[in-house]
């Protein structure tokens, strides 16, 4: 249902009810840039680069918070809408350690910046995020050099000893999208805004490292955070976008069924984010989806069933080791009747078989002692 129109750059288009002038644009394929917003939660208007012009009113408006209006007039693009972009990115490159390639290159130094990337992109002095920032690609795009204000010096030092998680705070721009991400999207309420001014700060629990707060390194403040403030631990380094091929999949840890995406690089996972547009959880994952995949290049890993004799465990095959799990599984049965076995389905298996399984243990060996672990 319709609610009106508005005009935008000139062209008429349609609105519904509640839908803001960001949301009317990108349904239209109208490109505004924007640092804070993220989809699905309340706006906060924090990064102002989402401005546009709405006719009759005083100021540039972030189109992000702003609710479309029937008969509204905007424009996206206009020069004062571009300087204002431009002022933006400048502020916010100042504001913190934005020593990246971005600096002093202007829009028309993009070969230059790829070139430069391509061979400068696994240099361990560069910016995690190099490649991979949302910031440098909107000063890239706007002419930003990071050097129209001086740069302030950082006030915090980096919080390395997490688990799974880098902050560095930085590179922080106080987007808030981090802490949208985790009140709003995952409802962990880990971290919120703390101190004031020029000191002010992305807190968990009273300004605690992570490891000592409420968070549960699900790491979807990483996955939403557009700069290097937020990083993968485990990627610094070996990621870089341009080397990695992207293959999704389903995450094999519980019958949820998140939909991931691996990337990888020579043969080898190096890093995993939620695929955005996936169901069931649209780029939503636990600490295990997204960091637990080195247990596939474990030495340890089982690749064989094992059968265990006199105490010790032997290598078997999977005929062999299914032929004796039946030869006792019917021997109990003939000596003790149906009830004295018992299944519990694993909640690591698809649903599909949890339901063979019950059908096993209730049609063929007439029991219904049949469970599954996740009612644990
Ligand atoms: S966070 Fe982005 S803009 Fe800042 S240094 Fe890193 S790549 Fe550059
Ligand atoms: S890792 Fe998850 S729980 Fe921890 S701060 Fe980030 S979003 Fe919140
Ligand atoms: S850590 Fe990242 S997502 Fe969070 S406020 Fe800073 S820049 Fe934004
Ligand atoms: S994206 Fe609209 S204010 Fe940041």
């Known amino acids: 249902m ?15 009810p509640g839908q803001t002038i960001l949301e009317v644009a990108e349904e239209a394929g109208i490109a505004i840039p924007t640092l804070c917003h993220l989809k699905g939660t309340t706006p906060t208007g924090a990064c102002r680069l989402c401005v546009v012009e709405v006719k009759g009113a005083r100021n540039l408006l972030a189109s992000c918070s702003t609710p479309a209006e029937n008969g509204m007039e905007v424009t996206t693009d206009s020069p004062t809408v571009m300087s204002s972009r431009k002022m933006t990115l400048e502020l916010l490159l100042s504001s913190g350690n934005h020593d990246c390639i971005t600096s002093g290159a202007g829009t028309d130094a993009r070969e230059l910046f790829n070139a ?14 190099w ?4 910031l440098q690609e909107y000063a890239l795009a706007y002419g930003a050099t990071g050097t129209a204000y001086p740069r302030s010096k950082p006030t915090y030092p980096p919080e390395l000893k997490n688990p799974m998680i880098i902050r560095d705070f930085s590179r922080c721009i106080l987007c808030g999208r981090c802490v949208q991400a985790c009140n709003e999207v995952q409802v962990n309420e880990a971290i919120s805004y703390g101190y004031r ?23 979807e403040c990483v996955q939403v955070c557009p700069t290097g403030a937020l990083v993968d631990k485990k990627s610094k380094g070996i990621w870089r976008p341009w080397d990695v091929e992207t293959i999704r999949t389903t995450c094999p840890y519980c019958g949820v069924g998140c939909q991931q995406i691996l990337h990888v690089k020579e043969g080898r996972i190096v890093k995993i984010t939620g695929d955005e547009e996936g169901l069931p959880n649209k780029g939503r994952l636990c600490v295990k989806g997204r960091f637990g995949y ?24 999977w005929d062999e080791a299914l032929d004796l799990v039946a030869d006792k599984l019917k021997g109990i049965i003939a000596e003790s009747g149906p009830d004295a076995i018992a299944g519990v389905s694993c909640a690591r298996s698809l649903n599909e078989d949890s339901y063979q399984m019950q059908k096993l ?5 007439k029991t219904n002692n049949i469970d599954h672990c996740a009612r644990t």
């Open 116 to 129: 430069r990337a391509e061979a400068e992109g696994h240099s361990e002095h560069l910016c995690p995020s």
């Open 197 to 219: 001014g020029s000191e002010s700060k992305i807190v968990a629990l009273g300004d605690l490292p992570l490891g000592q707060s409420a968070c549960v390194f699900c790491g």
């Open 2 to 16: 319709s609610d009106g129109t508005l005009l935008i750059n000139g062209t008429t288009h349609p609105f519904k």
């Open 294 to 317: 080195d247990f596939i290049y474990s030495d340890e890993r089982l690749t064989t069933p094992l059968i265990r004799e006199n105490g010790e465990f032997r290598e078997a095959s």
């Open 361 to 365: 243990f209730r049609g063929v060996f």
């Open 131 to 134: 490649g991979d920032c949302k």
